[in-house]
């Protein structure tokens, strides 16, 4: 028998799974990867606020002032310290954003040796999946259950390794769509007779959904990416049903 052992807006857990939603996020989407985004996304949005208060502050205080402060005589009895104070404290700010920033974007991009190489096609208005000679179809559920998510559940869920360096060679048959996994910060664009390239790798078993991110006509709400992460034993029997 299934035990769900929590229920959230934004996510539920069953046994060892972990099953991520976007709806009601009121923050960036749960990661299943790098970490230390969302680490760097909260500490960028502290700095951005602290300033935006600071030039707000400084304003206010300037209209109570009539401006006073922005005086030719008052400026000129600034001191020297001032002057080092406001030009060195920006410089370190931007560099406090650039060295994590850079960082971040390289360890995304990093390509060294995978795992595994999934071949990603695009048709309208569905996904195929091919790993070497097995080829799987996934189509939006007409009549999701209980469980499944409305416009985001498929037939035949993608089922890949957590915790293993996965390669996504992305194309299309028809017209240009996007293949789009907000939890691993992935989008890569299905073009017609050209190969895309993404890699990810997952720290921890659960579901990853997303939709088209395309302009691809009115059915682009109607073509979700499920992606399953779950463990080797359960990744070759599933791949062995193909």
């Known amino acids: ?3 769900i052992l929590s229920v959230s807006p934004l996510q539920f857990i069953v046994k060892d799974i972990v099953c991520y939603s ?4 009121l923050r960036l989407i749960d990661s299943m990867t790098h970490s230390e985004i969302p680490i760097f996304h909260d500490v960028a949005l502290v700095t951005i ?42 410089i370190f700010i931007l560099c406090s ?6 960082s971040l974007l390289y360890k995304i991009e990093w390509i060294g040796f995978v795992d595994l190489t999934y071949k990603v096609i695009r048709h309208q208005w ?28 498929v037939d035949n869920r993608l089922s890949a390794p957590y915790r293993a360096e996965i390669r996504f060679v992305v194309t299309s048959t028809d017209v240009i769509h996007a293949f ?5 910060y992935v989008k890569v664009d299905a073009v017609p007779r050209r190969l895309n390239t993404c890699y990810l790798s997952s720290d921890v078993p659960g579901i990853a959904y997303r939709q088209c991110s395309e302009i ?3 059915n682009h709400s109607f073509m979700p990416i499920c ?6 034993t359960r990744f070759i029997e599933s791949v062995a049903r193909w």
């Open 49 to 90: 606020i602290a300033i935006l208060v600071s030039v707000v502050g400084y304003y206010v205080m300037g209209i109570k002032t009539r401006f006073y402060v922005l005086k030719v005589d008052s400026l000129g009895r600034i001191q020297e310290k001032s002057d080092i104070v406001w030009t060195i404290l920006p």
């Open 216 to 218: 691809c006509r009115v």
């Open 126 to 153: 569905y996904w195929s999946y091919r790993h070497r000679d097995a080829t799987i179809d996934s189509y939006i559920l007409s009549e999701p259950a209980l469980r499944d998510l409305r416009l985001l559940d």
């Open 180 to 184: 789009t996994l907000p939890n691993f």
């Open 227 to 232: 992606v399953e992460f779950v463990n080797w």
């Open 22 to 25: 976007i709806y009601r996020q």
């Open 1 to 3: 028998m299934t035990r």
């Open 97 to 102: 954003l650039r060295v994590p920033s850079l």
